[in-house]
């Protein structure tokens, strides 16, 4: 069973256009994130959710909007996509103190 | 503020030879420290993890690494490198009590025949 899925995993669309990545765990924890990695592997924190509540909201444009329908589920959703948008987001989830699982990654290119 | 600095983003090894991945951290509360190996085109797993304890952690494909505290430094080492191990490498440090995690900016491990 994968502990951490996303779907989809490639995702390739035009700029302007929105799209979503739903994201599921089957662990049991209360946390979950979202992450973006570049073309140089850094991996830049986007957003946390507590059990539905988020908790973290770093600096992300406004066009990058998480939702939460119950604590094994979190979303990202984009609207109007730009280029600098194109990187792999990953999807991990936690419980306080403890190692985050993550989810194999959706690569997003916008064209 | 918390940060993790992770010293070269490349390491060359020959195979056989002593891996050495250094991080050091800051924190301004007791740290929980994790590494991370993130192999092509999939999401990170967990190499190792210090939360309290022992500070010489053993993890999966015999990687280790030691809890310094005096240091601010959670080094990562293998004592034999071998070619599966070429991967990216992330140090992360979660403050405890919180639910962040900061990583560090990676490092690419090659190695070499």
């Known amino acids: 069973d994968t502990a951490v899925s996303q779907t989809p995993k490639y995702l390739v669309t035009q700029m302007g256009n929105d799209k979503s990545i739903k994201c599921e765990q089957n662990l049991g924890h209360d946390t979950m994130y979202w992450y973006k990695q570049d073309s140089k592997k850094f991996l830049k924190i986007m957003f946390s959710?507590?059990?539905?509540?988020?908790?973290i909201n770093e600096t992300v444009p406004n066009r990058f909007s998480p939702k939460s329908p119950d604590k094994a589920h979190l979303n990202l959703h984009i609207n109007s996509l730009e280029l600098g948008d194109s990187a792999v987001y990953f999807c991990?989830?936690?419980?306080?103190?403890?190692?985050?699982?993550f989810g194999p990654g959706t690569r997003l290119t916008v064209l | 503020a918390q940060s993790v600095t992770q010293l070269g983003s490349h390491v060359s090894v020959s195979e056989g030879a002593l891996v050495l991945l250094r991080c050091n951290y800051s924190s301004s509360v007791p740290p929980y420290l994790f590494w991370y190996v993130q192999y092509p085109n999939q999401g990170l797993q967990l190499l190792l993890k210090?939360?309290?304890?022992?500070?010489l952690v053993k993890g999966i494909n015999g990687f280790e690494a030691e809890f310094k505290k005096s240091e601010t430094s959670f080094h990562l080492t293998k004592p034999s490198a071998h070619m599966s191990d070429a991967a990216e490498y992330f140090c992360?440090?979660?403050?405890?009590?919180?639910?962040?995690?900061?990583f560090g900016t990676g490092t690419r491990l090659k190695v070499l025949a």
């Open positions: 210090y939360t309290t304890g022992a500070t």
């Open positions: 991990a989830s936690s419980q306080m103190g403890n190692e985050q699982f």
């Open positions: 959710y507590n059990n539905k509540e988020l908790i």
């Open positions: 992360a440090v979660s403050p405890s009590g919180t639910y962040k995690y900061i």
